[in-house]
Each structure stands twice: as structure tokens, then as C-alpha cells.
């Protein structure tokens, strides 16, 4: 799937010593892909209680020599933020200026709420030679198991992933194959269905954790999660999971796991059915209440 693409990128693209930016918080294969290419990550944080996007002055800041590449995912795992087109203006100025690549994670593109548009950083001006872009089956058409995505890239970028492709891998199952296909050219009005039902479920986590006054968090317009900041309940997130985990019997993923701009949040996923979320949400209150 699109996971061995993260690899080959690092592995294609970065060499020992060499600086990649990450937007941070990060879905965490691209931290540890690019320390398996020997590389240095450099987290960048993009995302604020307020839900404000990408300071672009920040984020040049931490370019060097050193910097070859740019990680983000758009939109964002764990945050459900989506970047307008003034951010990735931002990022495609700064790719630009400083020769840089950008590996932009497209896989939540189509799970997108109330009016928000996504846009391909690899369409503006400049970049369709410079960015490396990955999508997949697993979230838009709920194919997981599948374990098939894509790349699209300039075909001089493209040449040296199909050699790290052809010797990782060599290619993907001919069933997961024709799936994927079928997935692309059939009719979509099952993706649009999935995404009205997903904007019915944000809906309610939304409803619910906004019952609790000292949670902070950003609304997502995409993907399907949210990532409430529990800092005011004195615990780790680490251990805040594990409070909920055996006392609510409800699993979430600590924050930290993302990135420091992670920490003391828990990544809340609406993935599963209405009822099985209501009920999980209903499980989580009943247990912050026993500690706040």
C-alpha cells in the first residue's frame, strides 16, 4: 500500500546527513522512514488549539543546506486539518526557492466537511516535478486489507521509485489490482455516501466532547478524527489512554505518538458505526468524569 511508498521516497531521496521536514504532528511513518534512510527529521509545528494552519515563516526558518525534503499529509493524520490553497502556496514557494521535494499524503482527499475544498499540491505552478504524491484504497473506499495505493510523480522521480518498488516489493497482488481499478472507474456515489455518514459522526463526537468545558480542540474538515488537547487533566496521554482503555474499554492513540505538538492529546477516531461511536463517547465521559 501507500506505507512502502513513505519508504522508497526516504530511501530513493535522502541520504545519510541530510535534513527532512516534517509537518508537525505527523502521521509517524515519515519520522521513522526518514531516520531508516539515516536522515534527520525536522519537525515543524503547523497546527495550534485554534486550529490556525502552516506558518510559512516558521516552517522556512527551519530550512537548511542540509533540507531536501518536506513531509505533510493533506488532509492531516491525526488532526483532520485540511491545508486552503494560501497554505500550500506557502510550502510550494519555499519547495521552490530551496530545491526541495515534497512528499504530500493525499489519502484522506476525499473525506472532506462543510464545503472544504482539498487541493493537490502538486497542481500549482512548479510542482509536478517536485512532489511525490501518494493516495490509496484503505480510507475512501474501506479497502484496508487491500493493502494497494499509488504514486504519481514526474517520470524522473518516478524512475528511481519504480527501482526501490521493483526490489521491495516487485508489485501488488493482481486481485488487489483489478479491486483498485474497479474502486477508481466505477461509480463513486458510495464514497459520497461513506462521507455524509462520517460528517453525521463528527457531528456527534463533536456534540459530545463539547460537553466537557476544559477540552480544547480544532473542528476537522477532514479525514476521521479529532484530537482534543486532555493537558487539564494532569495525566499523560500515554496514560490517559490507558485510563480509558481499561476503565472504558474504549481505545484511542496518545497524542505523542504524532509528534510533540501530540502531547497531552488523544487521537479520537469516528471510524466505526454511529452506534458503536455514541457508545464509545458515552463510555469516555463516564470515565473523565470519575477524574476531572
Not at 473542528?219 to 496514560?239: I, N
Request: proline residues 4%; neutral net charge; glycine residues 8%.
Amino acid at each position: 500500500g501507500s506505507q512502502e511508498a513513505m519508504l522508497i521516497a526516504s530511501l530513493g531521496f535522502l541520504n545519510a546527513g541530510d535534513e527532512a521536514i516534517i509537518l508537525d504532528p505527523y502521521y509517524p511513518a515519515y519520522y521513522e522512514d526518514t531516520l531508516l534512510a539515516e536522515a534527520l527529521p525536522v519537525p515543524v509545528p503547523f497546527y495550534g488549539k485554534n486550529g490556525h494552519g502552516l506558518d510559512v515563516e516558521a516552517l522556512e526558518s527551519r530550512v537548511t543546506a542540509k533540507t531536501r525534503m518536506i513531509w505533510m499529509c493533506n488532509p492531516s493524520n491525526p488532526t483532520g486539518y485540511v491545508f486552503s490553497k494560501q497554505d500550500l502556496e506557502g510550502v510550494a514557494d519555499i519547495a521552490n526557492r530551496h530545491d526541495l521535494l515534497v512528499f504530500a499524503d493525499e489519502i484522506y482527499e476525499k473525506i472532506v466537511y462543510d464545503g472544504a475544498r482539498h487541493v493537490s499540491i502538486g497542481s500549482l505552478p512548479g510542482m509536478e516535478e517536485r512532489t511525490i504524491t501518494v493516495n490509496g484504497f484503505s480510507k475512501a473506499y474501506a479497502m484496508t486489507g487491500w493493502r494497494i495505493g499509488y504514486v504519481a510523480a514526474e517520470k524522473r522521480v518516478s524512475a528511481t521509485l519504480r527501482k526501490l518498488h521493483y526490489y521491495t516489493a516487485l508489485c501488488p497482488n493482481a486481485i488487489s489490482q483489478k479491486a483498485a481499478l474497479a474502486a477508481l472507474t466505477g461509480p463513486q456515489h458510495c464514497v459520497r455516501e461513506m462521507v455524509l455518514e462520517y460528517g453525521r459522526r463528527r457531528r456527534l463526537v463533536l456534540s459530545e466532547l463539547g460537553r466537557v468545558k476544559s477540552l480544547l480542540y480544532a473542528v476537522p474538515k477532514g479525514a476521521f478524527y479529532v484530537f482534543p488537547d486532555f493537558s487539564d487533566f494532569e495525566m499523560s496521554d500515554e496514560r490517559l489512554a490507558e485510563y480509558l482503555l481499561k476503565n472504558a474499554g474504549v481505545a484511542t492513540a496518545p497524542g505523542s505518538g504524532f509528534g510533540n505538538m501530540g502531547k497531552g492529546h488523544l487521537r479520537i477516531s469516528y471510524s466505526v458505526s454511529y452506534d458503536h461511536v455514541k457508545e464509545g463517547l458515552r463510555r469516555i465521559l463516564e470515565a473523565l468524569s470519575r477524574i476531572m
